[in-house]
């Protein structure tokens, strides 16, 4: 074998297969046929994994998943057959013909707005809310990305999901509607330093003091008491959420 280590840099062909996961959901998508079910599903196939890795524990449970962009009502079915009965949909579009939607799925509930306008994702809170998994699949511009995750990311559970789709969009002009720079990308890369802000509000030495022992408490952003994860993936930004306690460690 080999010792040499290749240079991270260096220029790889990418393969291209014709399939990109093996879970149930995957499947289902790769048995979608719109001729045959009347819809269309728009989905890139290596969503599905991160589908599958965040949203497997919610299957069969009353979860409330909100969706935003509804477009032909394609993933309206396949998060309704993926998640079960129990649970309910809240989806949100800009467009009045995706209201044709409302009633035709149990437990789905289709409403019109811009996902952009903060008055519309506070209406959407205060009648809907709250919600176990967010999934941002809508116009997917910057200040549309931005201003959802900025609206809805406190209505989440305690331990919901946040999942900002298409990301990649960040890299073309044509979806910079807030300027070069302010992207959702770059908009979660401050959000990273944001989680760790715990560590800039004390010194090194008092994670490894026992918490019974410490003199007063550290303060953080709701946002940073809140968040266990961000996760990056190709062009998806997976939030997951669980109360967070001081750090703390020990030798033993
Ligand atoms: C990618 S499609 C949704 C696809 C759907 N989730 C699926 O998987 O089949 C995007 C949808 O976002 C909607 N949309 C575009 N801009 C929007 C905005 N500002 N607010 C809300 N929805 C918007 C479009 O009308 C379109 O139906």
């Known amino acids: 074998m080999s010792s040499r280590r290749p240079p991270l840099a260096e220029r790889v062909a990418l393969p291209r297969p ?42 069969g449970t009353d979860c409330h998943l909100l969706e935003f962009g509804v477009m032909d009502g394609g993933s309206l079915f396949m998060w309704r057959e993926f998640l079960g009965p129990g649970a309910r949909i809240t989806a949100v579009d800009i467009d009045p013909r995706t209201l044709q939607f409302n009633g035709l799925l149990p437990d789905v509930t289709v409403v019109t707005g811009d996902q952009a306008d903060q008055a519309v994702l506070d209406r959407i ?5 709250p919600f176990d998994i967010a999934i941002d699949d809508g116009g997917h511009t910057a200040r549309q990305q931005i201003n959802t995750f900025n609206g809805i990311y406190a209505s989440v559970a305690a331990d919901g999901v946040y999942i900002c789709e298409d990301t990649h969009t960040s890299y073309w002009p ?79």
């Open 174 to 252: 044509e979806y910079q509607d807030a300027g070069p720079q302010t992207t959702m990308i770059e908009h979660a890369k401050k959000l990273v330093d944001e989680m760790h802000s715990v560590y800039r509000a004390a010194k090194p030495s008092r994670f490894s003091v026992p918490m019974a022992e410490r003199q007063g408490d550290i303060a953080v952003s709701r946002f940073a008491a809140s968040t266990y994860s961000i996760q990056f993936y190709d062009s998806m930004i997976v939030f997951e959420k669980r109360p967070r306690a001081e750090p703390w460690s020990e030798f033993r």
């Open 18 to 59: 014709e399939t990109q996961g093996d879970g149930a959901l995957y499947r289902s998508f790769l048995d979608w046929d719109w001729r045959v079910r009347g819809r269309k599903l728009q989905k890139w196939h290596h969503y599905f994994d991160v589908y599958e890795r965040h949203l497997s524990r919610f299957r």
């Open 125 to 129: 809170v205060a009648e809907h809310g």
